[in-house]
């Protein structure tokens, strides 16, 4: 079975809807404006062509044929004597309804037939006499033109609550796609801007409703960042005493004094790495800022060889300190994870900026790769399982994505795709 393309959207369904419904209304008053108007009319002229019929017959029983064909010619009457040519005028609904209705109404003998004089649309009556005389009769057309007055104010009404109904519709559709667009915003905990609560007073509720269970999430968030941020202060400070005591006490190895201080060290980028995905970046203003710059900022605080390849140049907007940490975490993960050579490529594609930082270290399956997005997937070397999820949330922030593609032999790509302007 054929199914027909329905509109998705709520304007288009409510069109459509108002649509059938003033079509049925049409069709409805057409037919029942024949029923009214048209049949009862070609019903009446009937009759009264039949009275007349009965009159003429009786007349010409009693006077001669030429007497009676000069009487009815002097009352204004075309009269002939043979068959007139039929004329097909069944688009005209009295007409149409003369020709359907006479069999029942004209007595035996007689017979309708639709012709035009001139340009006027006529009935002939053939009259049962000695010869057969043909009579015509002129149509009032004031039936069909009412019906045709009704129907073009019929249309113009249904054009008119079709346009009401149309820009009702508008109204209610553009309020609810601004609201879908300024969602994003308002569940970062944004306030929605003023025009997105003017609309119907269900949009202004929805909106509202968004606004505060948006603040409600962002006033947790806040209070999770504050809590961790505390933690991390707390830790620490007895942390830096146990450096200090590490390097106070005597006798300690040598390796297990560098040991204790790479723990130590871990546990401090542990919590950084807490608060950086506690805090998620939704607080740092955009700005534009050069990619290629921070790139190179980036490949610098870290050790080991990187082949870099950057464009000089590569503007963009966004968050400067979520950006730099997102591209650090790539290379940090590179880094542990993989094997050199290393290497990093900024270079645009269509609209975005796309950053592949690359090695050649045992690489992650498919299946493994979409696990490693997730918050606190832990890999063989070790981590908070933090770093690709704050990669793939900063990216979501500047509208891109994070993609990890396996290499052959061995490696893997991670890219990082940015649509700041």
């Not at 069944?90 to 340009?119: D, K, N, W």
């Not at 094997?339 to 690359?358: F, H, N, T």
């Amino acid at each position: 079975m054929i199914r027909l393309p329905l509109p998705r959207s709520v304007f288009g369904q409510l069109v459509l809807v108002i649509g059938l419904v003033l079509l049925g209304a049409a069709v409805l008053a057409v037919a029942m404006g024949r029923q009214m108007t048209t049949r009862p009319a070609a019903v009446q002229l009937l009759k009264a062509m039949d009275g007349f019929a009965d009159v003429a017959e009786e007349l010409a029983r009693t006077q001669p044929h030429e007497r009676v064909v000069a009487h009815l010619r002097d009352a204004g009457l075309a009269v002939s004597e043979l068959p007139p040519p039929s004329r097909d005028l069944r688009a005209v609904p009295v007409m149409r309804e003369l020709i359907e209705q006479a069999p029942q109404q004209l007595t035996h003998g007689r017979e309708a037939r639709l012709g035009r004089i001139g340009t006027a649309n006529v009935v002939w009556l053939k009259l049962d006499t000695q010869p057969a005389l043909w009579v015509s009769f002129a149509l009032d057309q004031r039936a069909s033109r009412v019906l045709r007055f009704s129907v073009l104010m019929l249309i113009v009404g249904a054009v008119l609550v079709w346009l009401a109904a149309a820009y009702y519709a508008h109204r209610l559709v553009v309020p609810l796609r601004r609201l879908a667009q300024s969602a994003p915003a308002i569940v970062r905990g944004e306030p929605p801007s003023p025009g997105t609560l003017a609309g119907p007073q269900e949009v202004e509720e929805l909106a509202r409703a968004l606004a505060d269970s948006s603040k409600e999430v962002r006033e947790a968030a806040e209070e999770r960042a504050l809590m961790l941020a505390g933690i991390s202060h707390d830790l620490r400070t007895p942390l830096t005493r146990l450096q200090y005591a590490i390097e106070l006490v005597p006798g300690v190895d040598s390796e297990l004094r560098a040991g204790m201080h790479r723990d130590i060290a871990d546990i401090d980028a542990i919590l950084s790495q807490f608060i950086a995905y506690a805090r998620d970046g939704r607080d740092e203003a955009s700005e534009p800022l050069d990619l290629a710059v921070l790139c190179r900022n980036a490949i610098s605080a870290y050790e080991g060889e990187w082949q870099v390849d950057t464009p000089a140049h590569a503007p963009m907007t966004g968050r400067p300190m979520a950006l730099l940490r997102a591209v650090g975490n790539l290379l940090v993960n590179a880094q542990r994870h993989g094997a050199p050579p290393y290497a990093l490529a900024l270079s645009r594609q269509e609209d975005a900026w796309r950053i592949d930082v690359v090695d050649r270290g045992p690489g992650l399956p498919e299946q493994v790769a979409e696990r490693a997005r997730q918050p606190f997937v832990h890999g063989d070397g070790g981590g908070t399982g933090l770093g690709l999820a704050i990669v793939e949330r900063v990216a979501r922030q500047h509208g891109g994505e994070l993609r990890l593609a396996p290499l052959r032999p061995h490696g893997l790509m991670a890219t990082l795709v940015l649509r700041g302007s």
